[in-house]
């Protein structure tokens, strides 16, 4: 048997296993038992009503998909009478994510949230499609400071915050969201690209930027993890590109406690079950009493071959 | 372990095929390929091999098909297809599809004995009021074969069906032998003209009066779509569109498929895998 338990500051999943919010809804139960996976992440609610981008909505690439929902919800008041209710009636914690666009919005939303069926609360302020430039709170660690602050004073509740890509320095938002008091970082939302059709000579998407997500991002987002695994304490929840087993062993080595995922959800809807039995297997043939070992596991060493070419004389 | 990568035909779980979860309606599964031939230089016919779940389908369902990669690329998202025929007794789904892009070039690669992998059934299909006698049913192209299983089922509970079914020319006429066996079709083309809209609205009107259209059902042309709107609304006779969207997840949460709806004035984004793909003929706007 394996311990395929992960603590996240004080909260304890059953195992390592999530769906990214905005790729997850009770709906899945539709296809799959979602009362295996560690937790249940909401799509990220607004205050307002939200209508999201216009349609298409999503694009192929060549190393994934780009896509630009714009964060359609029904708003708080819907989120709290309807779907919240409609979570419990599965057994793994929830967590809510909220948006806002100003820092009192994110302290109000925080607040409202703070309810005995919300286990946890994820903050995002990196959605790259939420307005038409990409900007967001995750972009400048000053920003990321003081929101995260002003929710922190909000909530007692284990607060994770998620963080974006395209910020020229994560390590230094990393730094900030802990500084402010998160419990745990989600690293991360996805890459603001463009897509451009060139029959119509027109964006591939309604939005025109869009969010990178899928297996090509993948190495992009374990090199953040590894990077501010080195420079925060607090938990490292790893999201970007998984679709197998050995992408959530890399994420782990990299310094990652959990994972998310989204993109698979599209391809393999069942596939985060697949690969949570697979994930348990591996730890078993690799000897791994607890999955939880392998966090931070990478041997931050150049790779033997790197030893063997320098063994090797230059004439 | 050996990687598992996307491009590899992903078997989920174990080996042996779940068993059938009442409260798990829809599934993803592996599907023998049976037979795929080409109807005409567009169209092809695929015949897979289906689980008792997946034959739990209702007309205008569909399944979210993961298409093999037509060139060195890889097909990131799945493809929605609406269910042709249902053959319970055989244990078979058919789709007929117009090959018409990376997704469906990739599909139209698949042999005999190759394995499909499918998720569904998905969706809000057709509606059959036990009240109505007769239905029309009226398609463009492909959209015909999404009209197909509905036909089938209202001519086995006795309902009088009329297909108007409307193509390029008579080449592009699909399923008129399977619309044959069920009611009495109608083709219209463009090459003759007959497809006009001011054609079809006679035939339309022609059926109103002569009370063999109790209920109204499309799919495949915004042109036609429009048209049935309007006599429905002015005859009064209750009418289901199907439609399509882009789509990713095919379930509900990505919210990607979305398409506008008006009611009471007043519009709306809707979802066609969850909320439709078959909506109120009323609501729909179009597209």
Known sequence: MVDMTVKIGNVTLKNPIMPASGAFSTELAQVMDINRLGALVAKTVS?????????PRVAELECGMINSIGL???????????????????????????SAQTADDFEAMTRDVDVPEV?????????????????????????TFNVMSRIRKATAKPVWCKLSPNAGDVVAIAKAAEAAGA?????????????????????????????????????????????????????????????KVEDVVEYMLAGATAVMMGYIIFRNPSGMLAILDGLEEWCRKRGFARVADLTGAMIDEPPMETFAAAAAPIR | MGDVFASAPFIVGKSEPPPIETDIPAEEALCPVISHDWVNEEYKHLVVAASPKALTVRPGQFFNLLCPSPDAGELWLRRPQSVYRIDDAGGRIEFLYKCV?????????????????????????????????????????????????????????????????????????????????????????????????????????????????????????????????????????????????????????????????????RKELRRVCIEGPVFDLQEAVGW
């Open chain 1, 47 to 55: 205050r307002e009503y939200r209508i999201g981008n216009p349609p």
């Open chain 1, 72 to 98: 359609p919800t029904k708003g708080i008041e819907y989120f709290l009478e309807h779907q919240v209710p409609d979570y419990k009636r599965f057994t793994p914690p929830l967590v809510g994510s909220i």
């Open chain 2, 101 to 265: 892009g990376r997704g469906t070039r990739g599909l139209a690669t698949l042999k005999a004995g190759d394995r499909l992998n499918i998720v569904g059934p998905l969706g809000v299909g057709f509606h059959l009021d036990p009240s109505w006698r007769n239905i029309v049913v009226l398609g463009r192209g492909v959209g015909l074969a999404t009209l197909a299983p509905i036909s089938q089922l209202a001519a086995g509970c006795g309902v009088g069906v009329t297909a108007i079914l409307s193509a390029r020319n008579r080449d592009f006429i699909m399923a008129d032998d399977l619309f044959g066996e069920v009611g009495t079709v109608v083709p219209v083309l463009d090459s003759d003209r007959s497809s006009d809209v001011e054609n079809v609205e006679r035939i339309l009107l022609g059926l109103i009066a002569a009370k063999r259209a109790d209920a109204f059902f499309t799919c495949g042309s915004n042109r036609l779509m429009q048209l049935m709107k309007r006599l429905a609304r002015q005859h009064g006779i209750p009418g289901q569109v199907a439609m399509e969207q882009v789509m990713a997840c095919g379930l509900g949460p990505c919210y990607v498929c979305v398409r506008t709806f008006e009611v009471n004035g």
């Open chain 1, 183 to 243: 419990d745990a970082l989600v690293i991360a939302n996805t890459i603001l690209g463009l897509k451009i059709n060139i029959d119509t000579f027109r964006p591939a998407i309604g939005n025109k930027y869009g969010g990178i997500s899928g297996p090509g991002v993948k190495p992009i987002i374990v090199r953040m993890v590894h990077q501010c695994s080195k420079a925060v304490k607090i938990p490292i929840i790893g999201c970007g590109g998984i679709v």
């Open chain 1, 119 to 143: 286990d946890v609360i994820e903050v995002n302020i990196s959605c790259p499609t939420r307005n038409p430039g990409g900007g967001n709170f995750a972009m400048h660690e000053d920003h």
